[in-house]
C-alpha cells in the first residue's frame, strides 16, 4: 500500500534553516506529483509546494517562496524539502502528499518548531 | 491568490440533523474543489472531488454541490462519527488552497 514517511522536523531557532525529507513507497514514484502542506497547532491546512513527476515544474506559496525549495529524487523515491529562513510562523506539522489536486494519500507529519 | 472562506467556522449539531457548509472562492474556479473531513491526531481525507463525485467509500449521506464561485457540502443525517473538521480546497490554480476549515461538534 502507499506510504509516506516524513522525517528531518524539529526545533531550530528563528534564521535557521532545516531539510525535510518524505521517503515514498508502495507506488512508482516517478509518476506523480508531489506536495508539501502544513498545518499549525490547532490552525488549518496551508499547501506550501507542489513538484511534478519529473521535477519540470515547481510551484510555491507565498508564504515561503524565495525561502523554502522542493526537489525530489527519483531514484531514491524521496522528496525533499530545503527551508532557509525560518520564522515563527513557520511552526507546523508538515505532510508530504501524492498527488497535485487532490490529496488522498498523506505522510504521518513531521513537527517543525521554530522559537529561541 | 484564490482565497477559500468557509461558513460557518464552527457548527453545532445533533446526530441525525441534515448540516450543509458553505465554501465561497474569491474567482471563479469552475468545479474544482474537493472536501476533506480531519478528525483529531488524523490526516485528512478526502470526501468529495469536482465539486459532487464522492471519493469511492465514502458513504451517500455525504453530498456536494456548486460551481463557480459557490459551493456546499451537505451532510444528510449526520452519525456519531461526522463529528470532526471539514475543509474545502481548490484546485484550479496555484497555489493551491484550502478554506480555513469548518468545526462540526455535538449540540
Known amino acids: 500500500q502507499v506510504l509516506l514517511v516524513e522525517s528531518g522536523g524539529g526545533l531550530v531557532q528563528p534564521g535557521g534553516s532545516l531539510r525535510l525529507s518524505c521517503a515514498a513507497s508502495?507506488?512508482?514514484?516517478?509518476?506523480?506529483?508531489m506536495t508539501w502542506i502544513r498545518q499549525a497547532p490547532g490552525k488549518g491546512l496551508e499547501w506550501v509546494s507542489c513538484i511534478s513527476n519529473s521535477g519540470s515544474y515547481i510551484h510555491y506559496a507565498d508564504s515561503v517562496r524565495g525561502r523554502f525549495t522542493i526537489s525530489r529524487d527519483n531514484a531514491k523515491n524521496s522528496l525533499l524539502l530545503q527551508m532557509n529562513s525560518l520564522r515563527a510562523d513557520d511552526t507546523a506539522v508538515y505532510y508530504c502528499a501524492r498527488g497535485d489536486w487532490i490529496f488522498q494519500q498523506w505522510g504521518q507529519g513531521t513537527l517543525v518548531s521554530v522559537s529561541s | 491568490a484564490i482565497q477559500l472562506t468557509q461558513s460557518p467556522s464552527s457548527l453545532a449539531a445533533s446526530v441525525g440533523d441534515r448540516v450543509t457548509i458553505t465554501c465561497r472562492a474569491s474567482?471563479?474556479?469552475?468545479?474544482?474543489l474537493a472536501w476533506y473531513q480531519q478528525k483529531p491526531g488524523k490526516t485528512p481525507k478526502v470526501l468529495i472531488y469536482?465539486?459532487?463525485t464522492l471519493e469511492s467509500g465514502v458513504p451517500s449521506r455525504f453530498s456536494g454541490s456548486g460551481s463557480g464561485t459557490d459551493f456546499t457540502l451537505t451532510i444528510s443525517s449526520l452519525q456519531p462519527e461526522d463529528f470532526a473538521t471539514y475543509f474545502c480546497?481548490?484546485?484550479?490554480?496555484?497555489?493551491?488552497?484550502f478554506g480555513q476549515g469548518t468545526k462540526l461538534e455535538i449540540k
Open positions: 469536482d465539486a459532487s
Open positions: 480546497q481548490q484546485f484550479n490554480a496555484y497555489p493551491r488552497s
Open positions: 508502495g507506488f512508482t514514484f516517478s509518476d506523480y506529483y
Open positions: 474567482q471563479g474556479i469552475s468545479s474544482a
